[in-house]
């Protein structure tokens, strides 16, 4: 008997996201052609529910730089196009039909950006640079890739490059907790980075990082993004992405 044809793989890399996995693979379940996820770790029931929902699991450890994992579940992929999701993102229906439209034209682009909207606290925030949060995840099998060498970079592609119209759904900081947990962990990697780099431990570099980065985040997100059309969540938003820069060099200053 002749082996399926792939069309369509979801790509997800997870560790310990058992609150948010289930939504997410529900989302997809049905009229993708496999779910490929990468574990590295869990020690909850998340690769549990992974299995529920058939899941190709392959096991690994959870280095630092997580899209290291992610670029694992796009190697392991054998669709046609793959589909790069995080456990916490959830494609609305919309989103679907479009993809499907997408996926079933020959003259579909190599690769595509998709509007990601953001919830922020019991919130989706509509300005502050964080709708549409424009990301490429949806691309040909072997045209998208993870450069894997920092926190912050985004699918690199080899190709045309297209816009999709429909929300991704992004339920990343559900509450005060959710986000500064996952803050914590930002802040480190970027601590880690400014060792890497050899910031300077010096009068300059410290006024740059603990009053000039975050002065300016908060202005370019709050004003010029237009945050403040989202009340005090924007404010709060672009508080705390300010607040980033100077929680991760108080920790690359007690870094040795």
């Known amino acids: 008997m002749a082996e399926k044809t792939m069309n369509l793989s979801v790509a997800i890399a997870t560790y310990n996201e058992e609150q948010n996995l289930d939504i997410c693979l529900s989302s ?83 690769a595509y950006y998709l509007p990601r909207k953001n919830f922020f606290i019991g919130h989706w ?33 080899s190709g045309s490059v297209g816009y999709l119209t429909q929300p991704l759904l992004h339920y990343t900081n559900r509450t005060f907790a959710d986000y500064w947990r996952k803050a914590d962990t930002y802040t480190t990697l970027t601590a880690h980075e400014y060792q890497t780099h050899r910031i300077g431990k010096n009068p300059i570099a410290f006024i740059k990082h603990m009053l000039i980065l975050p002065v300016w985040t908060f202005l370019r997100l709050y004003v010029r993004h237009k945050g403040f059309v989202d009340g005090i969540w924007g404010f709060l938003f672009a508080l705390f992405s300010g607040l980033h820069y100077a929680i991760a060099y108080r920790k690359y200053l007690s870094m040795r």
């Open 125 to 157: 925030l509509s300005k502050g640079g964080q709708y549409p949060d424009y990301l490429i995840r949806l691309f040909k099998k072997g045209k998208g890739t993870f450069p894997s060498k920092s926190v912050h970079e985004q699918i690199a592609v």
């Open 28 to 110: 997809v379940k049905d009229w993708v052609d496999e779910i490929v996820l990468v574990d590295g770790g869990s020690t909850d029931k998340t690769v549990e529910i992974a299995k529920t929902y058939a899941a190709t699991i392959i096991h690994t450890d959870n280095p630092p730089i997580f899209h290291i994992n992610k670029q694992k579940a796009l190697d392991a992929c054998r669709g046609k196009w793959i589909l790069q999701l995080d456990a916490d993102e959830v494609v609305s229906q919309h989103l679907k039909d479009e993809i499907l439209r997408v996926v079933q034209n020959p003259g579909s682009n190599d």
